[in-house]
Structure formats: structure tokens, C-alpha cells
């Protein structure tokens, strides 16, 4: 069984309530994680059928490597896009080990060009983790230094970019997912996926703005990774399950 040491090890990125058949079938077929901080690495895999040369566009996206959400999709499967932290000493490790990611440092908003306050968390880790919100940042009772970055929509970070199409968009900012998404126009880019992170404080607004959408919640994917909710367009839930009438297998929506 991978109820055996190899899945116990999972339990560093997850919490041991989530241990279950879906993060088992996930563990199976991908085995453990090698750069996110939880389960999601193995979830977008799982999702895109390891399929190649996608475009990304990682809000939050932190160090350039560790913990990071979309750097497997980059060095073992050829995909490029866009990383977004308001914090620029990252900057320095995406120009060496990122060559297909774009990086900005800015923090993601509802607002072009504001000067916003920002948090440093000063943990024992190689890198400090951040956040827009004063609460999140002490909540963590590691030492917290503020200082200021300037804001930026996604929709003006694409345009400038000529980004055209996402399939993949992950948003960790730390409960300033609702903020950042009023600046993206979903409806133009329609990612495939989206990974993003569900503090309950903001859980209502999210599921509020992608029900107006026409986005859907994964169940299977939460059970996996409680930390984050996935949501997929209608279109692409109804094109899983073609293709899982087709290839007769079991993608449980």
C-alpha cells in the first residue's frame, strides 16, 4: 500500500487529514512533489495530463524554485508565462534558473500604480514569505518587517506583455485573491485551471466571482490539497468528461 513510508512523506506538504484516495492515486501516478509546497505540483500534472508547452501565470509565485508552484512546468515541460511577487530579490534567481518565466516585482491588485504596504515574514527558511495584510503577517508570529510596493493589475501586466492566452494561472497573495482577481478579465484569458488559495476569510467572495463565471470547483483536487481551491470553465469540465467517455476511464468531476 502507499500507506507505507513513501506516502507518509507526503505529509510534509500536506495535512495528514487530507491523506486519502485522491492524494494516493496522485502520489501513485506522480510521485512526490519535487518543488511546490504542497500538493499542487502533482494536481496541475495530473490536471494537463503532463501535457507540454503551456503558458503560465503565477500571482505570488515567491522564490523561483522552492515552493514554487510552477517551476515544474517550466524545466520538465517545456511551458513558459509570466511569475509575478512584490518582493524583488527573487528577481535574481528567475534571471539565472528561469529562462521562460517572466518575472515582476509588483503586487497584484485591482489598481495600476499604487504605492501599498507590504510585509515581510522573516521565517527560518532561506527567503522570507509576504503579505499585503498586516493580520496574515503577524498571524504567522515570525518576525515582520513593512515596507511599501507598488501595484499592478494582471490585466495590464498581459497587455503589456502580449500575453494572449493562460492555461494555467495559480494566486497565493495571501487573502488578496479577491483584489487581485478584480484586476484580471477572466473572461478574455479563460485559464484552464486556476490553483488558488481559500482562507476562509475570503472563501465566500471567491466562489461568488467564479460561479459568475462560469467556473467550477474540483472536488477531488481539495480532498488533496486542502490548502487551495481549483476551478475549471464549464467548457473544459465538459470536454474531461468527453474525453473520459471516450477513453473509459474515471476522472470524477
Known amino acids: ?66 515552493g514554487n508552484n510552477s517551476y515544474y512546468l517550466e524545466s520538465e515541460l517545456g511551458w513558459s508565462g509570466i511569475c509575478v511577487d512584490a518582493q524583488p530579490q527573487f528577481a535574481e534567481g528567475y534571471a539565472k534558473e528561469r529562462p521562460k518565466a517572466r518575472y515582476f516585482a509588483a503586487f497584484v491588485s ?42 499592478v493589475t494582471l490585466n495590464t501586466l498581459l497587455e503589456k506583455t502580449g500575453v494572449e492566452r493562460v492555461d494555467f494561472m495559480n494566486m497565493d497573495i495571501e487573502m488578496g485573491e479577491p483584489s487581485g482577481l478584480a484586476g484580471f478579465d477572466i473572461g478574455k484569458y479563460r485559464p484552464r485551471l486556476v490553483c488558488i488559495e481559500s482562507h476562509k476569510p475570503v472563501r465566500y467572495q471567491l466562489l461568488e466571482y467564479f460561479a459568475r463565471h462560469d467556473y467550477h470547483l474540483l472536488p477531488q483536487y481539495t480532498f488533496a490539497d486542502p490548502r487551495n481551491w481549483y476551478f475549471a470553465p464549464r467548457e473544459e469540465i465538459e470536454r474531461l468528461r468527453e474525453e473520459e467517455m471516450k477513453a473509459d476511464h474515471t476522472f470524477k468531476l
Request: charged fraction near 35%; aromatic fraction near 10%.
Open 1 to 66: 500500500s502507499l500507506f507505507s513510508p513513501e506516502l507518509r512523506r507526503i505529509q510534509r506538504f500536506v495535512s495528514e487529514a487530507a491523506v486519502g484516495p485522491e492524494l494516493e492515486r496522485l502520489f501513485s501516478a506522480y510521485g512526490e512533489p519535487k518543488y511546490s509546497g504542497n500538493a499542487e505540483e502533482i494536481i496541475t500534472r495530473d490536471f494537463f495530463k503532463d501535457s507540454r508547452d503551456g503558458v503560465f501565470v503565477d500571482v505570488g509565485a515567491g522564490h523561483a524554485i522552492e
Open 110 to 151: 485591482d489598481k495600476d500604480d499604487e504605492k501599498v504596504p507590504f510585509f515581510l515574514i522573516h521565517s527560518d527558511e532561506a527567503f522570507s514569505h509576504s503579505s499585503g495584510d498586516e493580520r496574515v503577517a503577524k498571524a504567522t508570529r515570525h518576525k515582520v518587517t513593512k515596507t511599501e510596493a507598488v501595484s
